[in-house]
């Protein structure tokens, strides 16, 4: 590593200083090689505990539409306490997720994931004695305060305790516990199902189990060691360095976290953290790639294609709302499965082409959803039987003359017979308000009885091109889970500097929250203006500018210390491809970056 001279400039160190660590780039450095030998099991241990912050993430947003079935009959809930119910929780942890900036700079990792174990934990408690609708509001609201903390607190602690080799397999377990929080909340809807009464107590209420194993486990664990030495507390960082390297030789990484730390403090201007990042070019623009990330991950439509599995997989002919709740966890398996895939090839691959590949396969297989979706619709079989009743003179649903256009609407449903496999007798009714597996009325109102060849179809149509949905929604699962799940996480977690670490993770959770909470609450509006098929054909012409703005803007982060990433970020935005991994950075005082052969012409 050459040394610039001069009061003028200063070295940080570069992509290109360090070797990867990986065995891909050449033979390791005697330090690599320290790490590596003392397999870090305590690390292992912090991600584990860590990640419950995950799975509680993962559980509390799948559990809920399970839990809703029965709730709703139980204490009979209009479709906007339903609506309420769902979405104070992710607007809630919305709002959390940028207060957990300040938190996380302010007090730290560790507090700020013990401060979420326990809202969480209260939470739960909250939820599983609740007497009434409001206490349950209240219930899903402190869960949601929970989750914002949580979602942006532990993918950073990871990160900043990780060995610089496993950092991308680390976090990206993160993300596989929440998608394994979504499956075992899948399981444990479909169990407590059978429960007449009180079932949605257990499945609200059990989170709390590993909301308090996180708690007490937490109490035990260290601080981070980069969050520790920004505080000035530096005997303390290098017994915890000490600790999670297994012994091995940490002086190197410890002096290289404290000259960043000071080259950080050196360079700081005035103005709050968030002012700082908007008019310091490269962490800007690792914000907007973080933000970015983030927002296309949501925007590809990963949670409507969750929550609409059921229906998907009720298309294909599966008729029992038991049964397609336990195919609903089939799905949530899946994309279980495909995210530990991720966490395989996150260190072979790296970020940039994981995130590339998915994304372009993701695309393609909303394409195929969408395809299937026209299909369906334009074989959507005709309603042959207008009843006469009178309390329907005032329904919309006597008006439609295809299944199509009245599934779509939210008040009706298709009640039809059977002919061998084509669809006869059959009327658009209105739903049942109470309980959408049943018709108000006639032949359907006793929901689907296959004895008397009566058939309730809500919110689908029957179609024979169910199979081609199927495969859509099984590509979907396999592209976007390995990479555009998890690397949005993973990446954020490690492209800012310490100084804006806490504040750049709060913004970019933020931004995945609200574009959540966004495409979740337009899902059935954009779906009634453009019907399915024009939805799905909208979200993979979103992941398609996804896959342009990944393109140009995400630079590949795997095998450097956190300390280097920031150079990577150097040159204008939209060129930051692979190639800026053989270029040397040197940072000059005022913060700018200049390439050393510009520093060099000019000695
Ligand atoms: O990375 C996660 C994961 O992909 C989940 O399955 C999804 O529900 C979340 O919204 C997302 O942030």
């Not at 349950?136 to 942006?152: D, N, P, T, Y």
């Not at 680390?170 to 444990?188: D, P």
């Not at 993701?362 to 395809?371: D, E, G, K, Y």
């Not at 690397?487 to 977690?493: E, I």
Request: aromatic share 10%.
């Amino acid at each position: 590593m050459e040394t610039v001279s001069g009061d003028k400039r200063r070295l940080i160190r570069t992509p290109s200083d360090v070797q990867p660590i990986n065995q891909e780039h050449g033979p390791p450095t005697d330090d690599v090689r320290s790490v590596q030998r003392g397999m870090p099991c305590f690390v292992y241990i912090l991600t584990g505990f860590s990640a419950l912050g995950g799975f509680l993430f993962g559980y509390d947003t799948g559990v809920v539409s399970g839990a809703m079935l029965l709730l709703k009959k139980e204490m009979n809930l209009s479709s906007l306490w339903q609506e309420l119910l769902v979405s104070v929780t992710v607007g809630a942890a919305a709002l959390s997720a940028l207060a957990g900036g300040y938190l996380n700079g302010m007090f730290g990792r560790r507090i700020c994931i013990l401060l979420a174990s326990f809202i969480f934990c209260a939470g739960g408690i909250i939820l599983g004695v609740a007497p009434n609708k409001e206490v349950l509001l209240f219930g899903r609201l402190i869960v949601g305060l929970g989750l914002g903390v949580a979602s942006m607190t532990s993918p950073v602690y990871i990160a900043e305790v990780a060995p610089p080799h496993l950092r991308g397999q680390l976090v990206t377990i993160n993300t596989l516990f929440i998608t394994g929080g979504q499956f075992i909340a899948s399981v444990v809807d479909g169990v407590f199902s059978y429960l007449q009464h009180d079932g949605w107590r257990y499945m609200l209420g059990l989170s709390a189990v590993p909301a308090a194993l996180q708690f007490f486990g937490f109490l035990f664990l260290p601080e981070s060691p980069r969050w520790l030495l920004q505080k000035g507390e530096t005997e303390k960082a290098r017994r915890v360095l000490g600790q999670i390297r297994a012994g091995g030789n940490v002086e190197e990484e410890y002096e290289s976290i404290r000259s960043g730390i000071e080259e950080e403090r050196n360079d700081a201007g005035g103005g709050s953290v968030l002012w700082r990042m908007l008019t310091y070019a490269p962490v800007r623009r690792a914000l907007i790639v973080g933000c970015g990330l983030q927002m296309f991950q949501q925007l590809s439509g990963i949670n409507t294609v969750m929550y609409y599995s059921a229906t998907i997989l009720q298309m294909s002919g599966v008729q029992d709302d038991r049964t397609a709740i336990w195919l609903a966890s089939a799905t949530a398996f899946t994309n279980f499965l495909f995210t530990l895939l991720g966490v395989w090839l996150v260190e072979r691959v790296g970020r940039r082409k994981l995130t590339l590949g998915s994304i372009l396969g993701t695309a393609a297989s909303l394409m195929v959803l969408a395809a299937g979706f026209l299909l369906s619709a334009q074989a959507s079989p005709p309603v042959t039987f207008h009843p006469s009743d009178p309390s329907l003179h005032n329904s919309s649903c006597n008006t439609y003359g295809f299944c199509e256009s009245c599934m779509l609407d939210p008040g009706c449903g298709f009640c039809y017979g059977k002919n061998g496999t084509s669809v006869v007798e059959s009327s658009c009714l209105p739903v049942n308000a109470a309980n959408t597996e049943s018709a108000a009325m006639g032949r359907c109102s006793n929901g689907t009885q296959e004895s008397t060849g009566a058939f309730w179809a809500y919110n689908f149509c029957p179609t024979s091109y169910s199979w081609i949905v199927l495969m859509g929604l099984i590509l979907y699962l396999a592209f976007f889970a390995p990479g555009m799940g998890p690397m949005p996480w993973t990446v954020n977690s490690e492209i800012y500097p310490l100084w804006a670490r806490s504040t750049g993770n709060a913004c970019s959770a933020g931004v995945n929250w609200i574009c959540n909470v966004l495409v979740s609450l337009t899902f059935l509006h954009v779906a009634q203006y453009l019907t399915y098929y024009g939805a799905f054909f909208l979200y993979s012409g979103l992941a398609l500018l996804g896959f342009v703005f990944v393109m140009g803007c995400l630079p590949e982060t795997k095998g450097l210390r956190l300390e280097e990433i920031e150079s990577l970020f150097a040159k204008r935005l939209c060129t930051c491809g692979e190639g800026s991994q053989g270029v040397h950075y040197i940072r000059v005082k005022g913060g700018n970056y200049r390439s050393d052969e510009d520093v060099s012409d000019e000695e």
